[in-house]
Antibody, heavy 118, light 107 residues
C-alpha cells in the first residue's frame, strides 16, 4: 500500500534552515509528483510547491520563492523540502503528498512539526 | 489571484442529518479541477472528491460533490459519527490553493 513516512519534528531558531524528508513506498516513485503543504497551528492548509519525481522539475508558491527548495533522491524514493531563513510564522506541520495530476493530493504523509522559536 | 471562499465556517448538525458545504471561487475553476478533503484532529487530510464530483478510492457514497465554474458543493447525505471533521475545498491544476475550511461539528 502507498505510504509516505516523514522525518521527525524539529525545533529551529529564527534565521536557521530546516530540511524535511518524505520516504515513499508501495508505488513507483517516479510515476508521481510530490507536493508539500503546510498548516500553521489552528489554521488552514497552504500549498507550498511541487516537484516531479521523474524530471526534478519544480513549481513553488510565489510567497516562498527564494526560500524553499524541493528535491528528490530517486534511488531512495525520498523527497526533501528545505526552507531557509526561518521565521516564527513558519511554525507549522509540514506534509508531503503524492499527485498524479498536478496539485491533486492523493496520498499524504503523517506530517512533520517544525517549530521556530528563539 | 483566485480566492476560494467556503461557507459556512461551522456547521452544527446531528448524526443522520444532511450536510451541505459550499465553496465559491473568485474566478472560474478550469475543467472543474476542484477537490474536497476531510481532516480530523491530529491527522493528515484525506482526499474525498476530485474533478468536482468523482469520489476518490474507498470514499463512501454518502459523500457527493457537484458544481462547475465558480460554485461547488459537497454533500454528506447522512452524517456518520466519523464524518465530524474539517472539510477543505481545493483548486488544483494551475495554481493549487485551498479554501479556508468548514468545520462540521456535532450539535
Amino acid at each position: 500500500q502507498v505510504q509516505l513516512v516523514q522525518s521527525a519534528a524539529e525545533v529551529k531558531k529564527p534565521g536557521a534552515s530546516v530540511k524535511v524528508s518524505c520516504k515513499a513506498s508501495g508505488f513507483t516513485f517516479t510515476d508521481y509528483g510530490i507536493n508539500w503543504v503546510r498548516q500553521a497551528p489552528g489554521q488552514g492548509l497552504e500549498w507550498m510547491g511541487w516537484i516531479s519525481a521523474y524530471t526534478g522539475n519544480t513549481n513553488y508558491a510565489q510567497k516562498l520563492q527564494g526560500r524553499v527548495t524541493m528535491t528528490t533522491d530517486t534511488s531512495a524514493s525520498t523527497a526533501y523540502m528545505e526552507l531557509r531563513s526561518l521565521r516564527s510564522d513558519d511554525t507549522a506541520v509540514y506534509y508531503c503528498a503524492t499527485s498524479k495530476w498536478y496539485g491533486l493530493l492523493e496520498y499524504w504523509g503523517q506530517g512533520a512539526l517544525v517549530s521556530v522559536s528563539s | 489571484e483566485t480566492v476560494l471562499t467556503q461557507s459556512p465556517g461551522t456547521l452544527s448538525l446531528s448524526p443522520g442529518e444532511r450536510a451541505t458545504l459550499s465553496c465559491r471561487a473568485s474566478q472560474s475553476v478550469s475543467s472543474s479541477y476542484l477537490a474536497w478533503y476531510q481532516q480530523k484532529p491530529g491527522q493528515a487530510p484525506r482526499l474525498l472528491i476530485y474533478g468536482a464530483s468523482s469520489r476518490a478510492t474507498g470514499i463512501p457514497d454518502r459523500f457527493s460533490g457537484s458544481g462547475s465554474g465558480t460554485d461547488f458543493t459537497l454533500i454528506i447525505s447522512r452524517l456518520e459519527p466519523e464524518d465530524f471533521a474539517v472539510y477543505y475545498c481545493q483548486q488544483y491544476g494551475g495554481s493549487p490553493l485551498f479554501g479556508g475550511g468548514t468545520k462540521v461539528e456535532i450539535k
